[in-house]
């Protein structure tokens, strides 16, 4: 495992190592404050909960298996602005570097549902005007607080289900394999969407190339 805060951002890539394909994949994890994003981020990276984690906003690499194919994640544990407008609480910036979002909220805390209500609706009003369609995943954290709770599982899929999101609820707190699965079915969505996106530039290619050729023969 590498743990680096990193400065500067850099787009998805491949890399050939041996014969095997080394995936890039930038992680974005939005959410309200307090709900667990530090906690989910320490918890897959080094498989510990350790209760206190302080203000810090940091860009980490990590290294993980799937299916015997090496990824590299680079995540990016965000803190929610204070004082600050709803609207201005994920940045152009963020939304560009991300290749998939997690966002997260605390099942005891309502108003950080809403937070990720309306984090989803800019995310996707962002990514109409910007063309880019990163996969998100919303998770309800804190499942171990059951006597707290403030929003049903039943809300939380609901909301995923109309936005087109995954969804999970988990303790970061009591298991490491909840945000294992988190994570690794972010990367099976963000590898749908590569592939989607690789398979429309073709379509385009094959249709630029084919007016290309009828244009020509118009002409003759
Ligand atoms: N009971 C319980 N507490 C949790 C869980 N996850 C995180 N916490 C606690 O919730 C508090 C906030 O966790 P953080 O990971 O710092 O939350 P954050 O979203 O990164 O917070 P900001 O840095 O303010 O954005 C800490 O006291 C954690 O110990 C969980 O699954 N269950």
Known sequence: MVVQAKSSSHNCSRTMEGNQHKVDANVLLLGAENVGKSALTVRFL??????????????????????????SFNIWDSLYPQDCETTETISEKQLQWADGVILVYSICDRSSFEVVRQQVHLIRHASRKMSATAPIIIVGNKRDLQHQRSVSSEEGRLLALSEDC???????????????????????????????????????????????????????
């Open 46 to 71: 080094t498989r510990r909960f350790i209760g206190e984690y302080g203000d810090i906003e940091s860009i980490y690499s990590h290294i993980d298996k799937i299916d015997g194919r090496e990824i």
């Open 166 to 220: 995954g969804f999970f609820e988990i303790s970061a707190a009591e298991t490491y394999h909840g945000v294992l699965l988190v994570f690794h079915e972010l990367m099976d969505l963000i590898k749908e969407s590569r592939a989607l996106r690789k398979g429309a530039a073709g379509i385009k290619s094959i249709v630029r190339s084919m007016s290309a050729v009828f244009g020509k023969k118009r002409v003759e």
